[in-house]
């Protein structure tokens, strides 16, 4: 059982930057390969970043690539996903997953079975 909560979110400004952080109980989060997905109002889940479970690869959807970072603070249980220079398309609730082996796509919802509540990030002009 691995249960995620997300915090960081909140409304900004384009331009500013956002941390948000995905803390795990239950298991040792470092065992398992964590994504980042957003869903925006009328829109499918978008799979933005995801961190491996072996040598802690990072994958970034082409939408974030260059501007979001992912990575992991093993002392805190926690992924962190590092986000700069938001855009307005940016806006949506942010969620944390994670699962225990990834067959294919680190970037597709159905390969993960643990979700956060997630978490509304704001980006405004």
């Known amino acids: 059982q691995v249960q995620l909560v997300e915090s960081g979110g909140g409304l900004v400004q384009a331009g500013d930057s956002l941390r948000l952080s995905c803390t795990a109980s239950g298991r040792t989060f470092s065992w398992y390969p964590v994504a980042w997905f957003r869903q925006a109002p009328g829109k499918e889940r978008e799979g933005i970043s995801c961190i491996s479970s072996y040598r802690d690869k990072t994958y970034y959807a082409d939408s974030v690539k260059g501007r979001f970072t992912i990575a992991r603070d093993n002392s805190k249980n926690t992924v962190l996903l590092q986000m700069n220079n938001l855009e307005v398309e940016d806006t949506a609730v942010y969620y944390c997953?994670?699962?225990?082996?990834?067959?294919?796509?680190?970037?597709?919802?159905?390969?993960?079975?643990?979700w956060g509540q997630g978490t509304q990030v704001t980006v405004s002009t």
């Open positions: 997953a994670a699962t225990g082996w990834v067959g294919g796509d680190f970037l597709e919802a159905s390969e993960y079975n643990y």
